[in-house]
Every structure is written in structure tokens, then in C-alpha cells.
């Protein structure tokens, strides 16, 4: 595909149910970046993955988050037994280079609303 | 604590005339920031950015000034346009740190015709 795509790109569901939010980045792209967007606020950094490995893990809020990528493509983030203060948006970016300064692109992010 | 900050939630100009949003950092290490905007429903995208060794880069009608010693960065649009109505981010890192963008709250901007 020609951008970043997420899936899905709403999601609704209820306290203590686990969640799985995909990221297809850009083909090729060697970075993949997670970052969460609460209202009212900027967004929050949350796992950055090199290839397969995740060197930077220090934005999950907490353990029941984790993530992974497989393939150096498709990445997967799991927030288990959601929480309400876990309703964000979840943005996806990735970029060519895993450098901070290489042009990041974004997906358009899931809605996620823990009632 | 907030790192980056933008300290102006909206802002409304009109067209045709400079749109000026500011970004504030406490972070002396940081020495590459980039501007992103948001529309809608969509992603952010990448707009212009800037080294520390710089204190000024200009792209079309989109400048961004550093000041360093103020930590103090803006965004200078010029004409604005009501298609650059959007939110605009700014967004900070420090390169022999974590590799990771530090990003604020983001400013509102409204382009009225």
C-alpha cells in the first residue's frame, strides 16, 4: 500500500476485555513507532521496533500492554484487561531509517473506547 | 512533566495573513525538532523541521525559527491559507539519546476566509 494503515479504525469494548490494534507500516520501512493520542493531550510515545526488536520499550504505561512485529512488517499491540483511562487514539508511524530524524508516516490511528 | 509545550491550544487568524504558533522546551539536550500537522480523522504528517545547529529553516511558505538560548522554537505561515486549518505539533528529540519523539499538546490552528 501506498501509507501506514491501521485496523481497526474504531474499536469499542468493555472494561477488562482484551484488545488487539494491527499496524501494516510502508513497505520497507525498517522503523515502526506506537504512540497513543488521550484527549486534550499530545502524543505519547509507547514502543518503538527496529526490524523485529523492540529496543525501546520505556512508553508502556503498563504491563498489561505489549507489542510485537513480526516479519519486520505487521505489527500487533495487545492492551489486556482494558481499562477506561486506556480510551485513546492509537497511532501507528514508521519510517525508512530507525534515526529519530527520519520523516516519520503516520496511519490515521484507532479509536479505542473502554466503556 | 511536559518537555514540550504549547502553551496556545487555538489560534484563529485570517486569510491571507502570518500564522505564528509557538513551542516551548525545558529539554537542553534536544537538538532536532519537527513540526507535524493533524487534520480530522487522519494521521499526522510531517511538515518542516530544524537542527540545532540552525536557527532558521524555510520551506514554501512554511518557516520555522530556533532560539536556542530562549528554548523557543516557532512556526511562521505565510500567507495562510484556510487549508492549513489543521492542528499543528511540534515534536523534539534528542539524537544520541532514545531515538524517540517528544512530542506537545498541539495548537488548533483556524484559517477563517
Known amino acids: 500500500g501506498a501509507g501506514v494503515s491501521q485496523s481497526p479504525s474504531n474499536k469499542v469494548t468493555e472494561k477488562g476485555k482484551d484488545v488487539e490494534l494491527r499496524c501494516d507500516p510502508i513497505?520497507?520501512?525498517?522503523?515502526l513507532y506506537w504512540y497513543r493520542q488521550s484527549l486534550g493531550q499530545g502524543l505519547e510515545f509507547l514502543i518503538y521496533?527496529?526490524?523485529?526488536?523492540?529496543?525501546?520499550k520505556s512508553g508502556l504505561p503498563s504491563d498489561r500492554f505489549s507489542a510485537e512485529r513480526t516479519g519486520g512488517s505487521v505489527s500487533t499491540l495487545t492492551i489486556q484487561r482494558t481499562q477506561q483511562e486506556d480510551s485513546a487514539v492509537y497511532l501507528c508511524?514508521?519510517?525508512?531509517?530507525?534515526?529519530?530524524?527520519?520523516?516519520?508516516?503516520f496511519g490515521p490511528g484507532t479509536r479505542l473506547t473502554v466503556l | 512533566d511536559q518537555q514540550v509545550k504549547q502553551n496556545s491550544p487555538s489560534l484563529s487568524v485570517q486569510e491571507g495573513r502570518i500564522s505564528i504558533l509557538n513551542c516551548d522546551y525545558t529539554n537542553s539536550m534536544f537538538d532536532y525538532f519537527l513540526w507535524y500537522k493533524k487534520y480530522p480523522a487522519e494521521g499526522p504528517t510531517f511538515l518542516i523541521s530544524i537542527s540545532s545547529i540552525k536557527d532558521k529553516n524555510e520551506d514554501g511558505r512554511f518557516t520555522v525559527f530556533l532560539n536556542k538560548s530562549a528554548k523557543h522554537l516557532s512556526l511562521h505561515i505565510v500567507p495562510s491559507q484556510p487549508g492549513d486549518s489543521a492542528v499543528y505539533f511540534c515534536a523534539a528529540i534528542y539524537q544520541g539519546g532514545s531515538e524517540k519523539l517528544v512530542f506537545g499538546k498541539g495548537t488548533k490552528l483556524t484559517v477563517n476566509p
Open positions: 508511524a514508521s519510517s525508512r531509517l530507525t534515526s529519530g530524524t527520519d520523516t516519520q508516516y
Open positions: 513497505s520497507g520501512h525498517t522503523a
Open positions: 521496533f527496529q526490524g523485529n526488536s523492540a529496543p525501546d
